[in-house]
């Protein structure tokens, strides 16, 4: 991987033996290091796990927004970064925010964080990042809040666990979606967790929450939306890669999770000639993921409750979003 002036190789030992004096040959290159950080994250690792760090810039966020509204501004202890809505007014939408000029610099900052580090922030930065362009009062309110939140959970850290060979682990890829949940434009939210499991194996690969390119007409449309948007773009390109590296057959098929029991309903059954009333888009959509899932991965629904990816598609209550983001991604402090 290279990313600008650093490099990231991974392999085994004889492998690198070999690589790095034939890249020195070509590029010059600092004295070659053990993992440690890379992209501002750091990386402790032990044997079948490891801790990706990234609480020093977790405080150069927090420090950041408060050097522009204010070191006095009192940040409060928070369990979710979702702001309730009834201290939402709807007055308060029309009114310029006061930070409107500085808003995308912080967030810009805190999605960095959240690609690398911390998925349970990739909801609120994407519904405060749609609001760039019509900064307001509310906006202001719904990033002091994220920020609030931030601040209470800066020391926690994402810990990755392999502890299982290839043929015991899955690639399980958990899609959701809202219906309808952008104020200003009616569009729904994808939301997507992609992850490694095993028996004693958990590994996040990608996640994201991402509003959707047209507003669709039904939950079963927008999740449809939402499964082909994460089976095409992260699964079946990591499934290659996983296979290029372990070989053909040494990884089980691929796992979609989906709750929406009439969208696994459809994709199994398929495209048939009563559908003709779709419209080409959906039409070739629903033909295409029936049959990629039948030759290429396992569709399996999945009880709302274990959906992971609910959490990248809308504000959760306390009593969920502790469960859900915390439980099941595997996160916990780590000592100074």
């Not at 274990?306 to 915390?326: A, H, I, M, R, W």
Request: contains cysteine.
């Amino acid at each position: 991987m290279v990313y600008v002036d650093d490099i990231l190789a991974s392999g085994p030992k004889h492998a690198q033996d070999q690589f790095w004096p034939a890249l020195r040959k070509e590029v010059q290159l600092d004295d070659v290091e053990e993992l440690s950080q890379f992209l501002g994250r750091f990386h402790h690792l032990s044997p079948g796990s490891c801790v990706l760090d990234m609480r020093d810039y977790s405080r150069e966020a927090v420090n950041l927004y408060l050097s522009i509204v204010g070191k006095s501004t009192k940040l409060r202890t928070v369990t979710t970064p979702f702001v309730s809505e009834g201290s939402l007014i709807d007055s308060d939408y029309q009114t310029t925010g006061e930070i409107s000029d500085k808003a995308s610099s912080i967030l810009m900052k805190i999605l960095w964080l959240t690609r690398l580090c911390r998925p349970d922030l990739s909801y609120p930065v994407c519904v405060l990042a749609g609001q760039v362009t019509c900064w307001s009062r509310n906006s202001d309110k719904m990033l002091f809040r994220l920020l609030c939140y931030l601040n209470s959970t800066v020391d926690l850290c994402m810990h990755l666990s392999v502890n299982d060979p290839p043929e015991q682990s899955t690639l399980d890829l958990f899609c959701d979606a809202d219906l309808g949940g952008c104020q200003w434009t009616a569009r729904s939210t994808s939301g997507l967790y992609l992850v490694i499991r095993g028996p004693q194996t958990f590994v996040p690969i990608a996640w994201h929450a991402r509003r959707q390119q047209h507003v669709a007409r039904s939950t079963a449309d927008a999740e449809l939306n939402s499964l082909a948007e994460g089976l095409h773009e992260e699964l079946i390109p990591a499934a290659m890669l996983l296979t290029k590296l372990l070989g053909v057959g040494c990884i089980p098929r691929p796992t979609i999770r989906e709750d929406n029991s009439a969208v696994v309903a459809a994709i199994r059954k398929g495209y048939s000639i009563k559908l003709r009333h779709l419209a080409r888009t959906p039409k070739l959509s629903l033909a295409s993921l029936s049959e990629t899932c039948k030759e290429f991965c396992d569709l399996v629904q999945t009880p709302t409750a274990e959906q992971l990816g609910d959490s990248f598609t809308k504000c959760l209550q306390p009593n969920k979003y502790d469960v859900s983001c915390l439980g099941l991604y595997l996160w916990s402090p780590v000592s100074s």
